[in-house]
């Protein structure tokens, strides 16, 4: 049972350049997040979805985009990176009902 | 809007000491409450919630905390640390029935000398 998988787990973009983070569960959790952390900043939610086909904005959504074509899986893009976009980025889903929340093991992004 | 503080930037205990952490939440609804903790380079795992019934909370690996709804808070405690709960503890606040948010603290950091 892998849980919340998210790939890549490092990467480093130029600024301007494009790229698309994935999320997969195997839970069959209902609702999927986008964090970001920050340092001092804790973890602020960007995107998430309550279900296939659905998305939300979250606190910080801007330069963000998201989908959820299929359940198993949300994808967070960021179509012109900016330096501003460095951070660790995690996903994590839970299931309807009241159960915690389960987390990726993160993406660490680094806009030069 | 729905806030999070969690008192302490940073503590640092010896072995054995008791720990308490703060955190307190504004929302004035009933509210679903986390504790996290992220150990060094990994992602966050739970270590207790509360959603109803006793507000004294028990979770993984000895930790406790206690949910006091006329002062807003859900402190998180341990009798007695080891050098093993060196991390970095998250309190976190969800409004039942309502937002799909999930608002975190900043964040405590504790480090546990041997």
């Known amino acids: 049972n892998a849980g919340v998988t998210q790939t890549p787990k490092f990467r480093v973009l130029k600024t301007g350049q494009s790229m698309t983070l994935l999320c997969a569960q195997d839970?069959?959790?209902?609702?999927m997040y986008w964090y970001r952390q920050d340092p001092g900043m804790g973890l602020r939610l960007i995107h998430y979805?309550?279900?296939?086909?659905?998305?939300a904005k979250g606190e910080v959504p801007d330069g963000y985009n998201v989908s959820r074509l299929k359940k198993q899986n949300f994808l967070l893009g960021l179509e012109s990176a900016a330096p501003s976009q460095t951070s660790v980025y995690f996903c994590?889903?839970?299931?309807?009902?009241?159960?915690?929340?389960?987390f990726g093991s993160g993406t660490r992004l680094t806009v030069v | 809007a729905q806030s999070v503080s969690q008192h302490n930037h940073h503590v640092i205990l010896s072995e054995a000491a008791s720990l308490e952490l703060g955190c307190n939440y504004s929302?004035?609804?009933?509210?679903?409450l986390f504790w996290y903790v992220q150990y060094p380079g990994q992602h966050l795992q739970l270590l207790l919630k509360?959603?109803?019934?006793?507000?004294l909370v028990k979770g993984i690996k000895g930790f406790e905390a206690e949910f006091i709804k006329s002062k807003f808070s859900f402190n998180l405690r341990k009798p007695s640390v080891q050098w093993s709960d060196t991390a970095e503890y998250f309190c976190?606040?969800?409004?039942?029935?309502?937002?799909?948010?999930?608002?975190f603290g900043k964040g405590t950091k504790l480090t546990v000398n041997p």
């Open positions: 976190a606040v969800k409004s039942q029935g309502g937002s799909e948010k999930l608002v």
């Open positions: 839970m069959n959790h209902e609702y």
């Open positions: 929302y004035g609804g009933t509210v679903n």
């Open positions: 979805s309550v279900g296939e086909g659905t998305t």
């Open positions: 994590a889903s839970r299931r309807d009902g009241n159960y915690g929340y389960t």
């Open positions: 509360y959603f109803s019934g006793d507000p």
